[in-house]
């Protein structure tokens, strides 16, 4: 499913994002006329993650990117750019694509332990968010100290307790509480 999302190819290509489609024409016509990519991307570029790296953006699949773009990326033959700017909602960029290759899905065993952390993480970001709009949260969620693992205990936080002590079991906030583990 992820590598129909993704596409089966991976793209290394740069870029160069102007604001108006005449700066785009004008930076192709300095690279038609022997530019170099990288020197007009740290000149011109309006893009602050890639513009110090002569455009670089690495490797990627087109689902990584706008749809304009990610068309115009897999349609440019390698070692070639844009002949036309392609416009996003960022801007108009000059596409370079330097290489092309398979893309690289690693075996769902490999990357198992990401995605159950990833969704443990989702799922509780998700539980404080409905607690936090009830009202229901009080208290910390920073993480205590852990053991030196010489038989000292260390305090790990219980989210999921309940202060009944009061013995009424009514709609009150959740406290957090630490319980130790040896």
């Given at each position: 499913?992820?590598?129909?999302?993704?596409?089966?190819?991976?793209?290394?290509?740069?870029?160069?994002?102007?604001?108006?489609?005449?700066?785009?024409?004008?930076?192709?016509?300095?690279?038609?006329?022997?530019?170099?990519f990288?020197?007009?991307?740290?000149a011109?570029?309006?893009?602050?993650?890639?513009?110090?790296?002569?455009g670089?953006?690495?490797?990627?699949?087109?689902?990584?990117?706008?749809?304009?773009?990610?068309?115009?990326?897999?349609?440019?033959?390698?070692?070639?750019?844009?002949?036309q700017?392609?416009?996003?909602?960022?801007?108009?960029?000059?596409?370079?694509?330097?290489?092309?290759?398979?893309?690289?899905?690693?075996?769902?065993?490999?990357?198992?332990?990401?995605?159950q952390?990833r969704?443990?993480?989702?799922?509780?970001?998700?539980?404080?968010?409905?607690?936090?709009?009830?009202?229901?949260?009080?208290?910390?969620?920073?993480?205590?100290?852990?053991?030196?693992?010489?038989?000292?205990?260390?305090?790990l936080?219980?989210?999921?307790?309940r202060?009944?002590?009061?013995?009424?079991?009514?709609?009150?906030?959740?406290?957090?509480?630490?319980?130790?583990?040896?």
């Open positions: 499913q992820i590598k129909a999302q993704m596409g089966d190819k991976e793209y290394k290509v740069k870029h160069i994002l102007v604001e108006k489609e005449d700066e785009a024409k004008d930076v192709i016509a300095q690279l038609q006329k022997g530019g170099k990288e020197d007009l991307a740290k011109r570029s309006k893009d602050p993650g890639s513009k110090d790296r002569g670089d953006l690495d490797w990627n699949a087109p689902g990584g990117f706008v749809k304009p773009f990610a068309d115009a990326m897999a349609a440019t033959p390698k070692g070639k750019f844009t002949p700017p392609v416009q996003t909602q960022f801007g108009y960029h000059v596409i370079l694509v330097e290489d092309v290759r398979e893309a690289k899905v690693p075996p769902f065993d490999e990357v198992k332990p990401q995605l952390q969704l443990q993480a989702a799922y509780l970001d998700k539980y404080f968010k409905e607690l936090r709009a009830k009202g229901g949260v009080q208290g910390s969620t920073a993480r205590p100290p852990r053991g030196n693992g010489k038989g000292q205990a260390s305090r936080p219980f989210f999921f307790a202060d009944d002590r009061s013995g009424q079991n009514d709609a009150k906030p959740i406290r957090f509480h630490s319980v130790t583990r040896t």
